[in-house]
């Protein structure tokens, strides 16, 4: 039993920051990665940022220099810093889970939050 909530989601205007988390109802060391990412309306879920257990982050380029993901082992919780928003940044935000086994053959499994509406208003 996996549970991801995120929250930290709300209306801010452009150039404003927010910072989202993700609790994790396990400890978050037992994943191989975390990620954050965002669908908005019309459009693919798509990757924001991700975080492995070795601690080395990956962004997408839209984000890279203004977002930053980071975790708290200790909290059981996962981070995404966003400073100078931008109204196409708008979209539902989701926590990502991946724990990864090999077994026979490499098997990803995923655990997913409920979102967290992120809306930037110019």
């Known amino acids: 039993q996996v549970q991801l909530v995120e929250s930290g989601g709300g209306l801010v205007q452009s150039g404003g920051s927010l910072r989202l988390s993700c609790a994790a109802s396990?400890?978050?060391?037992?994943?191989?990665?975390m990620a954050w990412y965002r669908q908005a309306p019309g459009k693919q879920r798509e990757l924001v940022a991700a975080?492995?257990?070795?601690?080395?982050?990956n962004y997408d380029d839209s984000v890279r220099g203004r977002f930053i993901i980071s975790r708290d082992n200790a909290k059981n919780t996962v981070y995404l810093q966003m400073n100078s928003l931008k109204p196409e940044d708008t979209a539902v935000y989701y926590c990502?889970?991946?724990?990864?086994?090999?077994?026979?053959?490499?098997?990803?499994?995923?655990?997913w939050g409920q979102g967290t509406q992120v809306t930037v208003s110019s």
């Open positions: 990502n889970a991946r724990y990864t086994t090999r077994v026979f053959t490499a098997r990803d499994y995923d655990y």
């Open positions: 396990v400890n978050t060391e037992r994943f191989n990665s």
């Open positions: 975080i492995r257990s070795g601690g080395i982050t």
